[in-house]
């Protein structure tokens, strides 16, 4: 049980190491998640976590690959350079895509490029802008209805370059062809529960299967951007998925609440572990569980060859 719980502490570290992140869903901050987690995985056997890159502009079915998004220094600062809030404090504070923008303004128009959640008044959202080049900021609702009447430097350094979107992905080949296939995504920046929960989960499970001695099924995991990282990976892989996958999972806000908000949070996510863990009943059946923690409910599902 030591082991065990050693386990969970590593895990917990892991994610520890991604939260800091500035990740999106191209970047230098993907690439860097995508090493961290390479490193923890390991090679055995010749086989360990490659990445794939895809150059901006590619298209995928009616979808374009976008520009790389790169992004150095923001902040907002008052007249008297006392800056308001930091990308470099928190990278949420910053939308994410945001062109580049180096003006003095009036607090009205100031507030025209901030986002808050009202309804959540001292949280940071997390907002983005893919798609549609502009910029803006993100603080709490309180702290934008704090701000006095003045001037304001808005200042972000950042461009948008023709560079390439990046996934991992790691097969564990098995007895059969048949697959079960397990996505994660690696495009929110500092975000526990929602992003680094997921990626640590599933490295933890790739270094489980690799680890048992016999596996009837293959084992795909891929570690993508949201939305356009599935379409992109979908339209290189779509033929092969279809025929082969006989299971698939996403993996994401992996971290339980109730009833299990008294442990720790290395312990929790021990749990869940152990909870997606697979295990053979039979030479001809394969059995795993989860546990949905919203609804607080379990589903059993068995796949028979």
Not at 40 to 45: A, P, Q
Request: charged letters at 25%; aromatic letters at 12%; hydrophobic letters at 35%.
């Amino acid at each position: 049980m030591k082991d065990e719980y050693e386990k969970g502490r590593q895990i917990f570290k892991l994610a520890g190491a991604l939260y800091p992140i500035c990740r999106s869903i191209t970047g230098p901050g993907v690439r860097e998640t995508l090493i961290i987690l390479s490193d923890y995985i390991g090679e055995e056997n010749g086989i360990g976590l490659t990445l794939h890159t895809v150059p901006s502009g590619t298209k995928v079915f009616d979808w374009t690959v976008p520009k790389e998004w790169l992004i150095r220094e923001a902040f907002i600062e008052d007249e008297e350079q006392k800056r308001i809030i930091d990308f470099k404090r928190n990278n949420l504070h910053v939308m994410g895509y945001s062109t580049p923008v180096d003006e003095w303004v009036e607090l009205d128009e100031l507030k025209k490029h901030i986002y808050t959640q009202p309804d959540m008044p001292d949280a940071i959202p997390y907002v983005t802008s893919y798609y549609k080049e502009r910029f803006g900021f993100c603080m709490s609702e309180e702290q934008k209805n704090s701000l006095p009447p003045g001037k304001f430097h808005m200042y972000i350094d950042s461009e948008l370059i023709d560079g390439n979107l990046n996934y991992g992905e790691i097969i564990l080949p098995g007895e059969t062809k048949g697959e079960v296939f397990f996505s994660t995504y690696i495009c929110h920046p500092s975000m526990a529960n929602n992003e680094c929960s997921g990626p640590a989960l599933a490295a933890e499970l790739i270094r489980y299967v690799r680890s048992l001695a016999r596996r009837k099924y293959t084992y795909r995991f891929i570690f993508i951007p949201e939305t356009i990282g599935s379409i992109t990976y979908l339209s290189r892989n779509l033929k092969h998925l279809k025929q082969f996958v006989v299971a698939g999972f996403n993996l994401s806000c992996a971290v339980m609440t109730e009833p299990i908000q008294s442990l720790s949070p290395a312990t929790q996510t021990l749990w869940r572990i152990e909870c997606l863990k697979m295990r053979f009943v039979t030479a001809r059946e394969f059995r795993y569980t989860l546990f949905w923690s919203a609804v607080r409910t379990k589903d059993s599902i068995t796949l028979r060859g």
